[in-house]
């Protein structure tokens, strides 16, 4: 058995009482007090993340903007300095090989431009391979149109601060104003003290109020430790992946390996709105546009689903005792005070409003589709 990866906080979060479990090959903290306890936290005052095990990859160089657009899904070219933008990496058949953030950022100082792309933790081996499989030594050297790359997930920590009093918080720690910063764009900057080098994003699942910031990893432990310094008298505290997941789920943000892999088309996913198909060429974008015209044959929902216990992850979904489906993920909502679940049901089942059943436990429970993000 291959021993799990553990990012620079790992022996903090033990200093933490963290319960560590596994999370996409590595060694995460899933909790630290309380699933409920640390929910709270994150929605009511600054809950903490460490998003170290995410993949980060820099491409720069005069030929960067053409070569991602030449893979990635989306229209890159378009992406205007200070952006993030969602995105997929599709195969040749139209399935998704990852879901990613991509950023066009400038170097503080120098302006340089650069882009920043944050891969999925299980898939960053896999998404490092296929793009240097098309980075042929002949685009990197091309001349005036040179692309370098760099995998940085090794060198830099990543942890993400949540919560309506985040701003407050993390706002005279930086040589930037982070209060400018729209919703899903970032920038890079210096620490007002020490004035080392990190990226700031305002991206993350609990929207405007969340923050993601990016350092140099032998630096992490001393900046922890000065934030929840400062972070006293904000109730801060550290929250687990369990946490994470919890509002992913109410936002209704597919997560790589549940709602999404490489035999599922973002036709299916209901991503179709990230598809840029007409104004650039990727891998598998013929397929997709032969597949824009038809109707999917299975497609992701939301269910609220009525019962004692919320569904999980291969639960079977029934019409009338026909199998239609299948659960892909599933959690109790402390803010919606309900079971709600996403799966991929027969397209025709889809629409809000539909009565359907899930098996739970060897139980029948009765569900409902509803529109997604849950409210």
């Given at each position: 058995?291959?021993?799990?990866?553990?990012?620079?906080?790992?022996?903090?979060?033990?200093?933490?009482?963290?319960?560590?479990?596994?999370?996409?090959?590595?060694?995460?903290?899933?909790?630290?007090?309380?699933?409920?306890?640390?929910?709270?936290?994150?929605?009511?005052?600054?809950?903490?993340?460490?998003?170290?095990?995410?993949?980060?990859?820099?491409?720069?160089?005069?030929?960067?903007?053409?070569?991602?657009?030449?893979?990635?899904?989306?229209?890159?070219?378009?992406?205007?300095?200070?952006?993030?933008?969602?995105?997929?990496?599709?195969?040749?058949?139209?399935?998704?090989?990852?879901?990613?953030?991509?950023?066009?950022?400038?170097?503080e100082g120098s302006g340089t431009p650069y882009y920043y792309l944050v891969v999925n933790a299980g898939n960053r081996e896999k998404d490092r391979t296929y793009f240097k499989r098309f980075l042929t030594p002949e685009i990197m050297t091309k001349p005036q149109n040179e692309v370098y790359f760099f995998d940085e997930t090794e060198n830099q920590s990543m942890i993400a601060v949540?919560?309506?009093?985040?701003?407050?918080?993390?706002?005279?720690?930086?040589?930037?104003?982070?209060?400018?910063?729209?919703?899903?764009?970032?920038?890079?900057?210096?620490?007002?003290?020490?004035?080392?080098?990190?990226?700031?994003?305002?991206?993350?699942?609990?929207?405007?109020?969340?923050?993601?910031?990016?350092?140099?990893?032998?630096?992490?432990?001393?900046?922890?430790d000065d934030l929840f310094r400062q972070g006293r008298r904000f109730n801060i505290a550290p929250v687990g992946f369990a946490v994470m997941d919890i509002m992913r789920q109410e936002s209704a943000i597919p997560l790589y390996g549940y709602e999404l892999n490489e035999s599922i088309t973002p036709f299916e996913a209901g991503l179709a709105h990230v598809l840029h198909l007409d104004d650039h060429d990727f891998p598998g974008n013929k397929i997709l546009r032969n597949l824009k015209m038809k109707t999917p044959e299975k497609i992701r929902i939301g269910l609220e689903i009525f019962g004692e216990f919320p569904a999980r992850y291969g639960n079977e979904i029934f019409f009338e005792q026909k199998n239609i489906g299948w659960i892909t993920s599933g959690t109790f909502s402390p803010t919606l005070h309900k079971n709600i679940a996403m799966g991929y049901v027969l397209y025709k089942f889809s629409q809000p409003g539909q009565k359907l059943s899930v098996n739970i436990r060897s139980e029948i429970n009765e569900a409902i589709v509803v529109p997604i993000p849950f409210k």
């Open positions: 058995m291959l021993s799990l990866l553990r990012t620079p906080l790992y022996d903090w979060h033990c200093t933490q009482y963290a319960q560590m479990e596994e999370w996409d090959g590595w060694e995460m903290p899933k909790q630290y007090v309380s699933i409920l306890s640390e929910y709270e936290t994150a929605r009511k005052h600054v809950g903490v993340l460490d998003l170290s095990h995410k993949g980060r990859f820099v491409f720069e160089g005069p030929g960067a903007g053409s070569f991602l657009n030449s893979l990635l899904c989306r229209n890159i070219t378009a992406i205007k300095p200070g952006q993030l933008r969602y995105a997929l990496l599709i195969n040749e058949q139209g399935g998704i090989l990852d879901d990613l953030l991509v950023g066009y950022l400038l170097r949540q919560g309506p009093n985040s701003l407050e918080l993390l706002k005279p720690l930086f040589q930037t104003d982070i209060s400018t910063l729209a919703y899903y764009s970032g920038v890079e900057t210096s620490f007002s003290f020490g004035g080392r080098w990190a990226l700031v994003a305002r991206t993350g699942y609990a929207g405007k109020n969340g923050f993601e910031i990016v350092l140099e990893s032998f630096f992490i432990e001393q900046f922890i």
